[in-house]
């Protein structure tokens, strides 16, 4: 019986395999990620030839072996008057893909992120700061079809001008995706949501306090083309776009409602529809909107008696919720009113 053993060069033969693979892996994360780059500087010569003015103090890509990260130092962004006239700018930001996958990308920003924009009352400057913040991006045929963000212990404070509505927000999760029928379909949750100062009149704050311990939402906005291509709501409007609501739940102070329904715009841009309420605790409810002096007792006495002739549920008693004529009415009781948007430049 022979006693064959492996030559030398069959030993050496996998270990020259694996030598080869390592170095075409390398060769093809070189060649992308020089493509990379140059992508990033076109997108942005494109950009500032659309009117965008932007500037990084350097562009780079790391990541090897698994994956691309192009990173920016100190990017900054700004629009022109006609896309708004806002702007952004951060510490850093890195976009990252799996290297299987440059269809999808995440954005990471690091450090607090400056954002500049007009409000209704004048420009403000409003400084977001964050635990952590991320950006999902994915795209089918160049186009992106699908977003996701997901933040953590998010603050928002003003710099300058007009304080943002929201101060603070302890986890905000959100995911949406582009169909080929027009809508986007989004999920939405927010948790310890707190408002600003000042945002609420002194009753609402009274029966509600400024924190909502969870907001979520899931819907679909019809005729997303006309919202997204100038961000106009009117023209959003004129389409026949709106706010299809299959789920939403709200804790808030005394309120525990959950509910679905459709929301417009109607001719002054106000929120119009109606929604089939589900309302966890009605008494508790009626009596902290009675306290506040958001319903008087004959609207109290109403709604008491709407909600024992109201069809129950599991979790509740179901009661209408309208938003009509920038009013909203609870059942019989209307329970405030919207503020009318400022008139733009021309009008509209």
């Known amino acids: 019986m022979s006693d064959r053993r492996p030559g030398r060069l069959s030993l050496l033969i996998p270990f020259g395999a694996l030598l080869a693979v390592i170095a075409i892996h390398a060769v093809y994360w070189i060649i992308v990620a020089g493509q990379i780059r140059s992508q990033a500087d076109a997108w942005i010569a494109e950009q500032e030839a659309a009117g965008y003015a932007i500037t ?3 562009l780079s890509v790391g990541g090897y072996p698994f994956r691309f990260s192009l990173r920016a130092v100190s990017p900054d962004i700004a629009a022109p008057e006609a896309e708004g006239g806002w702007s952004a700018e951060a510490g850093r930001l890195a976009a990252t893909a799996q290297i299987y996958d440059l269809n999808h990308w995440i954005l990471t920003p690091a450090g607090d992120v400056a954002l500049e924009a007009m409000t209704t009352s004048g420009p403000a400057r409003w400084v977001a700061g964050f635990e952590s913040a991320q950006l999902s991006l994915s795209s089918t045929g160049g ?5 996701g963000a997901s933040l953590t212990s998010l603050t928002l404070a003003a710099e300058a001008g007009a304080a943002p509505a929201v101060e603070a927000i302890g986890a905000l999760n959100l995911s949406g995706f582009l169909s080929q029928d027009d809508i986007f379909a989004l999920r939405i949750q927010a948790d310890q949501l707190r408002l600003a100062e000042n945002q609420l009149d002194e009753s609402l704050e009274a029966a509600f306090g ?22 106009d709501p009117a023209e959003w409007r004129r389409a026949g776009g709106v706010l299809d609501v299959t789920r939403a739940q709200l804790i808030w102070g005394a309120a525990d409602v959950s509910g679905s329904g459709e929301i417009a715009l109607d001719a002054d841009l106000l929120p119009s529809g109606r929604l089939s ?29 709407a909600a024992l002739m109201a069809p129950r549920r599991e979790s509740g008693i179901a009661l209408p919720f309208r938003l009509q004529g920038g009013a909203v009415f609870l059942g019989p009781a209307r329970i405030g009113t919207f503020a009318e948007p400022e008139a733009t430049v021309d009008g509209e």
């Open 143 to 147: 186009v992106t079809t699908r977003i």
């Open 277 to 305: 309420v589900v309302v966890t605790d009605p008494e508790t409810l009626i009596d902290a909107l009675v306290a506040a002096g958001l319903a008087h007792d004959e609207q109290g006495d109403a709604l008491s008696l």
């Open 210 to 231: 400024r924190e909502a311990e969870l907001w979520r939402m899931e819907a679909a906005v019809t005729q997303f083309d006309a919202l997204a291509r100038a961000g």
């Open 56 to 58: 990084h103090e350097g």
